[in-house]
């Protein structure tokens, strides 16, 4: 006979058994509660990443790199100097709030601030419900212990000095606390382990840095910038407003080496010569402000107020602007006879006319500068060089005869009307000589023109200067479809292409001997800047860098063999990395929160299409986790589609909102298959993109993404009844054209601050970009989206932000009455900032557009899983 069990004992026995199970599926179901990719993380009020290093320079002997940087707990601050040791591997901070507190009221008043904040703190922990409020006698033995600081035992200086110079979370995250100012620049001595730094408009010597100790230099009302060493490290020049100034250490002399320009010139830009005895500058006059005013409204009061803000369109006149290139020679024996050599004098007319800045040739003699003159899209490369004793003889009597007959002519005419008035002797100018030097005119030669028919942004990049024998030139152009870089020989104006391929070349610096260039080449992948080498005689180009994937801000040492740059790449945030020789790579900052790292473990896919032309598309994707072939999902497509100088969407390593964030979090959360195209229009993949938009803005790009569907839909099985497309600005734009002009391939689409009208964008950029307009015309008006709103079919959300004074709001209202009008009234929201910019951040926050992407695309695509 079997022993039977009460009921009891095996409801016992069950709940026994079942509880480890439930609870383990409980903190199972915690966890992935936890772990849910959720828009508050990945959108938060403050940015999920710290600061990056910059301005990053090695010493003369190569052995360190100083660079500007501040950690993130100290992410609302300044940035102090920071020193990288080759030698011993090691980073050391070289500046801080403490040694600048010694002349700067504004960081004593952080450093007040940060220990107030402590002590408030303590007295919170203590148990002070009113936050550490003082009485008569603590207040008054408080001011006692301030003003006897030298009383404070060692212990207690030491506890309080870690105080300030330790930033907590609290200060960190209060926008509304006193901020410190920190370093703004630096720079090396040429031959010695010494810097010049500027802070607050002022300079200070670092005498060392292994026993770093500041020195200040100046202390004035005016601003100081561009401090740099004289060439032989005796002194140093700054610049105040619109002189150069230069001071000899232990000398009492201060000099002002720009000479005093004609009258209406103001200085625009300025370069020395290498051994510091000659200046080149730029000077400009005449206004370029905006041709007209428009109205912003604003809506933050009771009642809406108007601000009016300039605005240049493409037919109006652009304010004509002469501008010259002179050069000048310091008088060493102090007589004010030194002439102003006129070197360049052109007017200005076009909305990117360009000058690049003169550059010295090693040997003092010689200068060259590019000119671009937009109306005949010419480039033309200028050489100056210094006249021989006998040109400045025949220049100087020139000039001093020229200046004798406009002085004669002066005096005629005022003795001719103190006739007249009957005062004679009144009105006769004082003296022989006036301030301003002899102006003698020595123009620079034209060495070398080409037409440029590539992107707008390249001919700012073209930045002539010499290689080391003086002779030859070094110049960046796209002539060959790509920005590469070319030798000019200006004796027989032949030219010498030295790099070449589908890739393109961005420079960082010649060695000391102008013989190598360092530079940033795309040359392995479009995504992807590598640092390399470049011989000028041979053209050998030769990687520098150990790991694939993006550089920036790079510094290399004279030889090569060292270099210092911020690195990123997927799955690796922007840090700064130092390589010693091909093999030894450091990681030299730490500027990221784990929440950081952990939200940007997502690598994407990166692949590439062919368009129906045959030209490669590069893109890159996110899968849905669970993603298999067999499974239909909908398509969420990311585009700018605009030039943007160097830059393009589909990089390595770009973490930014749209293209990285909300591409990955559709795809995990809601089973989107996500992909960001770089189509035509873009930069950095040659002449072509960038200038595919010109007299025809945005169709070339419509056709590649109509394109990247159908290879989606090919190798991916996407629903391609269900595909949505977004994007910001140029890329607010090209959603609305796709959507308009395909709207049986592009069902849904989310267009922020597009410009619909480009006839009332700034013309600096549709000039260049958009198209030719003639004067009082708005010719540009032919690539306005208003005709073509009547042919949407889909749904289209419209963001723009109220008080955006880049791309107008009224552009947004146009093609939204355009849709009005046309019946579209259900297929068409606005989604407005009333406080917003261009890029919104009024009222709408990053986070409050992003839920409401998510739930338009939920509302109209719906759920892909």
Known sequence: MKKQFPNCFLVVFFVAFAMPTALTAEKSSRNDAEDELKLEDLFPEKSLFGPSARSMAFSHDGRYAAYLYRPYEERRHGDDLWIYDFERSKAERITDIEMFSKFQRSARIVIEDRLEKHRKQNAKKNGDDEGGSQTDSESSEANASKDSEDKKSRAEQEAEREIFLTVSETDAADDYSPAYSGVSSFHWHPTENKLLLNSEGDVYLLESVRNPKLVRLTKTDERESQVDFLPDGSGYTVRREDTVIQTRFGEHLVQQLTPNLPDGETLSQYTLSPDGKRIALISRDGSRSGARTVDIIRYRDRFAKSDKVSRTVSDDEVQPQTVRVYLFEFDADDTEEAPLLKVFEEQIDEPRDIISTPQWSLDNEQVTFCFFDQENSEVQIRLAKWPTK????????????????????????????????????????????????????????????????????????????????????????????????????????????????????????????????????????????????????????????????????????????????????????????????????????????????????????????????????????????????????????????????????????????????????????????????????????????????????????????????????????????????????????????????????????????????????????????????????????????????????????????????????????????????????????????????????????????????????????????
């Open 390 to 865: 006998d040109e400045m003889s025949k220049g100087l009597k020139e000039a001093e005869e020229k200046r004798a007959k406009e002085f004669k002519k002066q005096m005629d005419e005022a003795k001719e009307k103190d006739i007249e008035d009957g005062t004679p002797g009144r009105r006769g100018p004082r003296g022989g000589r006036t301030e301003e030097p002899e102006l003698v005119e020595h123009l620079a030669n034209t060495v070398y023109k080409f037409k440029h028919y590539g992107g707008p942004n390249t001919p700012s990049m073209v930045a002539p200067d010499f290689a080391g024998d003086s002779k030859h030139i070094v110049f960046v152009s796209e002539q060959s479809g790509y920005r590469h870089v070319h030798l000019l020989d200006p004796l027989y104006e032949s030219v010498r292409q030295l790099t070449s391929g589908r890739f393109e070349v961005y420079p960082i610096e010649f060695s000391e001997d102008h013989q190598r260039l360092f530079v940033t080449a795309t040359k392995e992948s479009a995504a992807q800047r590598m640092v390399y080498v470049l011989d000028l005689e041979s053209g050998d180009l030769t990687r520098l860098n150990k790991e694939d994937g993006n550089f920036s801000s790079v510094a290399v040492s004279n030889d090569g063999n060292r270099m210092i740059g911020n690195f990123v790449r997927y799955g690796q945030l922007t840090e700064l990395v130092a390589q010693d020789g091909k093999s030894r790579v450091q990681q030299v900052t730490n500027s990221h929160p784990d929440k950081a790292r952990e939200l940007t473990k997502i690598v994407p896919e990166f692949f590439e299409y062919q368009n129906r032309h045959g030209h490669s598309i590069a893109g890159m994707m996110f899968k849905p986790e669970k993603w298999r072939k067999s499974q239909k999902h909908p398509l969420l497509i990311y585009v700018y589609g605009g030039p943007l100088g160097s830059r393009h969407s589909v990089d390595d390593g770009s973490y930014s909102s749209d293209a990285y964030f909300f591409q990955m979090y559709m795809a995990q959360k809601h089973g989107y298959l996500t992909i960001v195209v770089d189509p035509r229009g873009q930069s950095g993949y040659g002449g072509l993109f960038e200038k595919s938009n010109f007299e025809q803005v945005g169709k070339p790009q419509v056709e590649d993404l109509v394109d990247g569907v159908k290879y989606m839909k090919e190798n991916f099985n996407i629903d391609d009844q269900r595909v949505a497309i977004y994007g910001w600005s140029f890329g607010g734009f090209q959603t609305q054209m796709c959507l308009y002009t395909e709207p049986d391939v592009f069902q849904v689409g989310m267009a922020g601050a597009g410009p619909t009208q480009w006839e009332n964008y700034n013309s600096w950029y549709t000039t260049g970009t958009v198209g030719p307009s003639r004067k009082g015309a708005p010719d540009q008006e032919k690539y306005s989206l208003i005709p073509l709103a009547k042919n949407l079919k889909g749904q289209l959300l419209l963001i723009h932000g109220m008080e955006d004074t880049n791309v107008l709001f009224q552009d947004t209202v146009a093609v939204y009455r355009a849709l009005l009008k046309a019946g579209k009234e259900t297929q068409v929201e606005l989604f407005l900032d009333p406080t917003g910019g261009h890029g919104l951040s009024g009222d709408v926050k990053r986070i409050g557009r992003m839920r409401k992407y998510e739930e338009f695309l939920l509302r109209t695509i719906g759920e892909g899983h």
